[in-house]
């Protein structure tokens, strides 16, 4: 059974830096895939994609919300995602979801290709 426990998040004065892990402590093979996504307040807000590792070879990709700005990287023999963000704007302030897949049949960026969720780590940028 896969779980994920999110860590990291906070608050941090714009152009300031946070690292969130997220680890499967199910220690299963099931999270072959694993990303991060996030929704900002709001009501009418969906889940937005920031970015993805793929554990065989490698693979990472990202959004074009934190483009530039953030780094994924892992340690698949901790079953650990990081996700590195710089240069944070008040705008990237949300909930960051972690999530895992064993396969990925279409795209990364699809919520429903992932089936295990985080609760969410809150990041809060001051302006």
């Known amino acids: 059974q896969v779980h994920l426990a999110e860590a990291g998040g906070g608050m941090v004065q714009a152009g300031g830096s946070l690292r969130l892990s997220c680890t499967d402590t199910?220690?299963?093979?099931?999270?072959?895939?694993m990303g991060w996504f996030r929704q900002s307040p709001g009501a009418d807000r969906d889940r937005e994609f920031v970015?993805?590792?793929?554990?065989?070879?490698?693979?990472?990709t990202y959004g074009d919300s934190l483009k530039g700005r953030v780094t994924i990287s892992g340690d698949h023999a901790k079953n650990t995602v990081y996700l590195q963000m710089n240069s944070l704007k008040p705008e990237d302030t949300a909930i960051y979801y972690c999530?895992?897949?064993?396969?990925?049949?279409?795209?990364?960026?699809?919520?429903?290709?992932?089936?295990?969720w985080g609760q969410g780590t809150q990041v809060t940028v001051s302006s």
């Open positions: 999530a895992a897949a064993k396969y990925i049949y279409n795209d990364y960026k699809r919520k429903d290709e992932y089936e295990w």
């Open positions: 970015a993805a590792i793929g554990w065989s070879g490698g693979f990472t």
């Open positions: 199910g220690r299963t093979d099931s999270s072959q895939h």
